[in-house]
């Protein structure tokens, strides 16, 4: 069977008024305009949206459904990671400076911030994440659990050398803390705990970076 790609363009217009509009608007109840506190914000439309695109290849003929591969860069890195955890059927995450809550610590305070976050991109996440602002140690859970729910399915993470704002450094770490989720289930870690050198992959196990 051939191997095809499929390349789902960006969505233009993300902003404040996103969830004006599309998906989201449709699932309002009747005088509703804006996503209830805790519901669904736009990364995880995306991630849906994702899924349904899922479905359709899963009922063509010359699409293998079990080899599925999703990558995303930045904001849709971020996507990519959470569609990945949201769907099994997913084969593997591909995660390219993916960046603050995604594949870099959040507890890190480095680069990108949960405050840039919470002040410039609100509607990337849920309504009540601002309230994290200033409070990052507060967090229930880190960027490691999300990569960690992937498993054990491969996730592979990239970071720009000149992309200090991604962290990549921060993303290396988080591999390495989803990493006992990967052994537990008896698949090999990112097989180091020191960030590698530039242009030195670790790519020998279900967890890579470089």
């Known amino acids: 069977m051939r191997?095809?790609?499929f390349v789902i363009p960006r969505r233009r217009g993300d902003s404040?008024?996103?969830h004006e509009g599309g998906v989201q608007a449709l699932a309002y109840a009747p005088g509703q305009t804006r996503p209830a506190a805790g519901k669904w914000g736009t990364i995880t439309t995306w991630a849906w949206i994702t899924s349904r695109v899922l479905d359709a290849l899963a009922s063509a003929a010359t699409v293998d459904a079990k080899r599925v591969a999703l990558a995303g860069h930045?904001?849709?890195?971020?996507t990519a990671l959470w569609a990945g955890a949201r769907d099994p059927r997913i084969a593997l995450v591909f995660a390219s400076?993916?960046?603050e809550m995604r594949a870099s610590l959040a507890r890190r305070d480095f680069g990108e911030s949960v405050d840039d976050v919470a002040a410039n991109f609100p509607w990337w996440l849920v309504s009540t994440f601002p309230k994290y602002a200033?409070?990052?140690n507060d967090l229930p859970v880190d960027s490691h659990t999300l990569i960690a729910l992937n498993a054990p399915r491969p996730v592979f993470v990239t970071g720009g050398t000149e992309d200090q704002w991604a962290?990549?450094?921060g993303e290396f770490l988080a591999l390495v803390g989803a990493g006992p989720v990967y052994r537990l289930l008896g698949k090999k870690d990112v097989g180091a705990t020191v960030l590698p050198a530039l242009d030195a992959p670790l790519i020998s196990g279900s967890l890579g970076f470089l």
């Open 74 to 78: 930045s904001r849709l890195g971020k």
């Open 3 to 5: 191997t095809r790609r």
């Open 16 to 18: 404040a008024k996103t």
């Open 167 to 169: 962290d990549p450094h």
């Open 134 to 136: 200033g409070r990052w």
């Open 97 to 99: 400076c993916s960046g």
